[in-house]
């Protein structure tokens, strides 16, 4: 397999883990979507404070906080599809 690829589906593998474990967290709060959103904006008010003083640093920073925005959205995604009656 090449490296890059390995790479790539090491990270898709890890952020399922990551989403995986947080939902399971999550879903027995009553308020677990608006815990999502809280903590996916903290998360991302701590990473807008990474020392963006060169540029190859702010692009990492915002493609630190691109992804995280996402992988937050998701989880609050996953949990709101949880809250629809069958």
């Not at 060169?54 to 996953?78: C, F, Y």
Request: net charge negative; glycine share 6%; aromatic share 4%.
């Amino acid at each position: 397999m090449d490296e890059v690829v390995d790479l790539q589906a090491q990270i898709v593998s890890l952020r399922l883990s990551v989403e995986g474990l947080w939902l399971s967290v999550l879903r027995s709060d009553p308020n677990a979507v608006a815990q999502a959103e809280r903590l996916g904006q903290e998360n991302v008010a701590t990473i807008g404070q990474i020392d963006a003083s060169t540029p190859d640093a702010k692009i990492m920073r915002d493609a630190v906080v691109r992804h995280t925005e996402q992988l937050w959205g998701s989880i609050g995604w996953q949990l709101r599809q949880g809250d629809t009656p069958a």
